[in-house]
């Protein structure tokens, strides 16, 4: 009898343990996702680059400084932006990130800005 109830425990819990995955969806309805491979450092920059696209504002004083917008730079812009208050992050002398705020970025009345003001260029962007 203990077998057997055992045996039907057993069943029970590979039958929903197994039955999750249906037609290729996990929960909420979302794609599972098999064997993910890894974004490569290249892509993984321009992702990051692309959802921070006119998010903050690198600032120059100094015309002989050429920013280098590498990928430790964003995530520390990232992580620095403020909720309700825009932010200036101090790179070096002379170089700075203005950082404005999130609900400032969401405002339907914000305009993109350009990634540096001065007559530097940005290592690392195409520029159109």
Known sequence: MKNTLLFIFLL???????????????????PLVKNKKELSEHDR????????????Q??????????????????????????NQSIVLDIEEGISVFIPSQTEISSPTFVKLDKVVS??????????
């Open 119 to 128: 007559q530097l260029k940005t290592i690392g962007y195409d520029e159109k």
């Open 45 to 56: 920059y321009n992702v990051l680059l692309n959802e921070m696209d006119g998010t903050f």
């Open 58 to 83: 690198v600032r120059s004083t100094d015309e002989t400084k050429i920013p280098l917008l590498s990928e430790n730079l964003l995530l520390r812009i990232k992580d620095a932006r403020l909720y």
């Open 12 to 30: 029970l819990i590979s039958a929903f343990g197994f039955g999750q995955e249906q037609n290729g969806q996990g929960q909420k309805g979302q």
